[in-house]
């Protein structure tokens, strides 16, 4: 066996005092220190810094693209005294008169050689008159200069300065000032010509086209979304349009009145465009354009600005119009003044958009299962969070969409049978007598206001509190055979003078053809907003006539796609809006609505003062229907009208008052005013002329029974008469929610109700006292 010898490892080490320690650990603790801390946090803040880390990589991409930007100078500086010599070249051999003159040798035109030739030597002549004129101007002024020069140097040599007037002294100073100047200056002034013909050189050779995206685009993470005005005039050079491309071919440069720079989630920019070139040839070609700047037609908004000539471009970032709104931000907490406006949507640019409902009436539509409904509870549910504000809601049509909304609704009808558009119809009635009542009340406050203001409508006593209407399926009412004519008038008066009274009407329908939106009411309307549409018509019928014209477009939006997405004017200062629509879910298995309202409810509770039956304001009566004058009205300045024709067009203009009627009831009428029975072709007809006639007489004789002096005109309420019997009876329809304990004339319940069917007393409390 082996013996093996044991080797001990041996370890190299050295012995340290305290003095060699002690300097490393003092370091050491120093390093560890809270002032070290302090300052290695600082530096780290200061370069991590957006600005500097911006400055930091915009100057190494440009340290790297070093030799590139030096070549691009020196091509820019050869280019500039190219075009210098090439301008030059021009200007001493009459180039462009030459070239004119040759043209008419070769087409034989002798009057236009001789023109030619003729502008030649007159700009000859008056180039040397110019120069003789400068060098004789130059030697003038540099001899009295000289002479003045001289003279100072004289005077200073004969004369103390201290002895001198003050003004004089002030003339010394200024001249040693500049001596002074042009010492310093002398030895520079080569350097800085050269440098400033190298400038001059430079900045000739550019680039014309605009843009100078090269310097800063590398910054940018949204490498894909950047939009400058080189990208904009190529897109905009290749649309096809001869005028522009006319101009661009000849070296025109498009002017930027507002230079591409970011706006929210995209791009905007302004160009006034060449002659014979308007903004509409452009949004006709808006998806070419979108293509040509490498995006979707949604995300291109070229609309017409303050001029024809005038382009507004919006461009959004990639993507950014894709995703959802968010939450709404009154969801969990939170209130609203309805004179402020209600949370609606982001724009196109991701600004939260706040509804003007005071002073705005709304109408919403779209193809159906777009969001057009779900804009209607949100601006109703807005306006539930503020104490102060009175619902009616009408839904033509069998939906539950408002049902939640029901405890807060002083008026809430549902359904498909004739008593729901009966019951609206005698609601906008009611309105336009509110209307009357609120425009008496405002004629009697200090200062006659023109019209209602936060401070009026938080005083119950007078009844001037936000009332707001929807209609949901307007088109429904508006096409009723029986109710739709009146509907409409109604809705048209309440737009054009209700606003000011703090009443408002939101419409909403997925119909908007000019057959079931009367035109008065899209050109009266303050918000439009729809949603994807089939055509222009539908567009213009929503957002305005030539809307699709100018760009404003919501055949853009794609059906599901798009779904929350929609155009809107009026809601904001810019011409349109795009806005993506907050989304409070009322769904199978998700309910939002309701939490909002018991807190709208709380919140009501809380704030609103019972009123008193002494402060309750007198209600205007109505005025009893001028039966003449609307026959005269139906007549429409025909000669003769037959009594069937006659009857027919009363009962459309106000079927209310006059379907219940026959030949007799007309016949009575003629009586009483002493209109004649006439015959035509066999017929029996009522003449224009007779009618006139009567109306005529009837006003000289009341103004003869009128006493003498100035006792003012009481105001005249637009209110007709209350509905016939027949259309009391109302066997079906549904009357949910508030609604059901709500009387049918509310405006008319005495000193025991609120008013005008408004707020009810605080003892009812929530629920269906409201």
């Not at 040397?128 to 009295?144: D, N, P, Q």
């Not at 995006?295 to 600005?305: N, S």
């Not at 002494?614 to 039966?627: G, K, L």
């Not at 029996?684 to 006639?693: G, N, Q, S, T, Y």
Request: charged content about 25%; proline content about 6%.
């Amino acid at each position: 066996m082996t013996r093996r010898e044991l080797v001990r490892k041996v370890f190299d080490a050295e012995i340290v005092d305290e003095e060699t320690v002690a300097p490393q650990c003092k370091e050491a603790t120093a390093e560890r220190s809270p002032a070290a801390r302090v300052i290695r946090s600082a530096v780290r803040a200061v370069a991590s810094h957006e600005a500097v880390v911006r400055a930091r990589s915009v100057l190494a991409y440009r340290l790297r693209k070093a030799p590139r930007d030096l070549g691009r100078l020196v091509w820019f500086l050869v280019r500039g005294v190219g075009r210098w010599s090439g301008k030059a070249w021009r200007w001493a051999s009459y180039a462009d008169l030459r070239a004119d003159a040759r043209a008419a040798r070769l087409s034989g035109d002798a009057d236009a050689r001789r023109t030619a030739q003729e502008l030649i030597r007159a700009d000859a002549r008056a180039r040397w008159a110019k120069l003789g004129i400068f060098l004789r101007r130059t030697v003038i002024t540099a001899a009295v200069v000289i002479v003045l020069l001289v003279l100072l140097a004289l005077l200073d040599l004969v004369a103390d300065r201290a002895e001198m007037p003050g003004w004089l002294r002030a003339v010394y100073e200024v001249r040693d000032a500049i001596a002074a100047g042009v010492g310093v200056v002398r030895a520079w002034l080569p350097w800085l010509a050269v440098v400033g013909v190298i400038g001059a050189a430079l900045w000739e050779g550019r680039d014309r086209s605009p843009g100078a995206g090269w310097l800063t685009r590398p910054d940018r993470d949204d490498a894909d979304s950047w939009v400058d005005e080189r990208m904009v005039s190529r897109a905009l050079a290749h649309l096809g349009i001869a005028p522009l491309n006319a101009f661009l071919k000849n070296g025109g440069e498009l002017v930027y009145t507002v230079a591409a720079r970011k706006d929210g989630d995209g791009t905007y920019a302004q160009v006034r465009l060449p002659l014979g070139v308007t903004a509409a040839m452009v949004t006709d070609r808006r998806k070419v354009l979108a293509a040509n700047l490498g995006r979707a037609a949604l995300e291109t908004w070229p609309t017409t600005g303050e001029e024809d000539g005038v382009l507004d471009l919006w461009v959004a970032d990639k993507g950014t119009l894709s995703g959802g709104a968010g939450d709404w931000p009154l969801l969990h907490d939170g209130f609203v003044d309805v004179f402020d406006g209600v949370p609606f949507g982001l724009s196109q640019r991701g600004l939260v958009i706040n509804a003007p409902l005071f002073e705005s009436n709304w109408l919403v539509g779209g193809r159906p299962g777009q969001g057009k409904t779900n804009v209607l509870r949100v601006l109703m549910l807005g306006a539930a969070l503020d104490p102060t504000a009175e619902l009616w809601a009408y839904v033509m049509g069998e939906s539950p969409d408002f049902e939640p909304l029901a405890p807060r609704l002083s008026r809430y009808r549902v359904g498909m049978d004739d008593s729901v558009p009966a019951d609206a119809v005698r609601a906008l009635e009611e309105l336009l007598k509110e209307m009357e009542r609120r425009g008496t009340v405002l004629g009697e406050q200090p200062g006659q206001p023109p019209k209602v203001s936060r401070r009026l409508a938080d005083k119950p006593g007078l009844g001037l509190h936000p009332l707001i209407m929807s209609i949901d399926e307007c088109h429904e009412l508006f096409q009723h055979p029986r109710y739709g004519k009146q509907a409409a008038d109604l809705a048209v008066r309440l737009i054009k003078r209700g606003r000011k009274y703090g009443i408002i009407l939101l419409l909403a329908t997925q119909s908007p053809t000019k057959d079931s939106i009367p035109k008065e009411i899209t050109r009266n309307i303050s918000c439009g907003v729809a949603f994807a549409v089939a055509d222009h018509v539908a567009n213009d019928g929503l957002l305005g006539a030539g809307k699709y014209r100018a760009g404003v477009r919501a055949t853009e939006l794609r059906m599901k796609t798009d779904r929350g997405t929609c155009v809107a004017v009026g809601v904001s200062d810019n011409a349109f809006e795009l806005i993506r629509t907050f989304y409070v879910p009322f769904e199978d298995g998700a309910d939002m609505v309701t939490p909002v309202v018991t807190r709208a409810m709380a919140h009501r509770a809380e704030h609103r003062p019972a009123l008193s039956t002494h402060d309750i304001p007198r209600e205007i009566e109505a005025a009893p229907v001028d039966h003449l004058a609307d026959i005269d009205r139906v007549i429409g300045g025909e000669p003769r009208v037959r009594t069937q024709t006659v009857l027919a067009r009363l009962a459309g203009h106000n079927p209310t008052e006059y379907e219940p009627w026959t030949a007799r009831d007309l016949r009575s009428v003629l009586d009483e005013h002493g209109v004649p029975p006439r015959k035509s072709d066999g017929a029996m007809v009522v003449r224009a002329d007779d009618v006139a006639e009567a109306i005529t007489r009837r006003t000289d004789r009341d103004e003869a029974r009128e006493p003498s002096g100035n006792q003012g005109v009481s105001p005249v309420p637009s209110l007709p008469p209350a509905p016939s019997p027949d259309q009391g009876e109302q066997s079906t329809g549904r009357r949910t929610g508030a609604a059901c304990d709500t009387p049918e004339h509310p405006l008319e319940q005495g000193s025991a109700d609120t008013v005008s069917g408004s707020l009810p007393d605080m003892d009812g409390g929530g629920g269906h006292g409201d």
